[in-house]
């Protein structure tokens, strides 16, 4: 079925630790999104993404890397650099063609998120 | 100041109440405005979606625009257990398809049986 997958569902790290959190895609969407939310906050955006090999920082950027190799995946890394990593992260894209307009391309879908937490 | 104002709640009403949730914003270029649900630990789902000014009603939720003032609002006419949730609006300057969205940081609502 349609969708976007997340995995994993929860995911621990260790101090000093760097780790992947998977997101993919089989809506057909250029646009992809990761985002932090955590209690009071909302949604933070850490990097997106509007076509393959190629990705922008978002507005909370630092301590984390991503890549766009393929239109289906964009992977995030948390890293060592990433200070406070414990929330909730959800991946999220938007359909529509870059540029052109379209009634729909306003929606974004969201993944059912990582819930990450440091030990 | 933040582009887009939203209070966190909580907020608990009991069951058949009307629910009124709101946010502000301050960026005039804002013309699609958003309201996304989401329950514990899943991700947001859009609920209702407005262009410009105006009222929108889907059964037993209406999206109010007002633009002038820079104000939009979720209405939940008689609440159910089911409508606990959070509720975040988001905004975008245009539906193309590379507009980032920019969000409220969400409201908690608890309908108590």
């Known amino acids: 079925d349609g969708g976007i997958t997340q995995s994993p569902k929860y995911l621990f790290r260790k101090e000093g630790q760097n780790v992947t959190l998977s997101c993919e895609q089989n809506?057909?969407?250029?646009?992809m999104y990761w985002y932090r939310q955590d209690p009071g906050q909302g949604l933070r955006l850490i990097y997106y993404s509007q076509i393959v090999n190629d990705f922008q920082k978002g507005d909370i950027a630092e301590g984390y890397s991503v890549s766009r190799e393929k239109k289906e995946s964009f992977p995030l890394t948390v890293t060592s650099a990433q200070k406070n990593p414990t929330a909730f992260y959800l991946c999220a894209t938007k359909g529509g063609q870059g540029a052109l307009q379209n009634h729909m391309n306003t929606e974004a879908f969201f993944g059912q998120g990582t819930r990450l937490t440091v030990v | 100041q933040k582009e887009v104002e939203q209070d966190p709640g909580p907020l608990s009403v009991p069951e058949g109440a009307i629910v009124s949730l709101n946010c502000t914003y301050s960026n005039s270029a804002f013309q699609y405005f958003m309201w996304y649900r989401q329950y514990s630990r899943k991700g947001p789902e859009l609920l209702m979606y407005?262009?410009?000014?105006g009222n929108k009603e889907d059964g037993r939720f209406t999206a109010q625009v007002d633009k002038s003032s820079k104000y939009i609002s979720l209405f939940i006419r008689d609440s159910q257990p089911s409508d606990s949730a959070t509720y975040l609006c988001?905004?975008?300057?245009?539906?193309?398809?590379?507009?980032?969205?920019?969000f409220g940081t969400g409201t908690r609502l608890t309908i108590i049986p």
């Open positions: 407005t262009y410009s000014s």
């Open positions: 988001a905004m975008a300057r245009s539906n193309f398809g590379n507009e980032k969205l920019t």
């Open positions: 809506l057909n969407h250029d646009a």
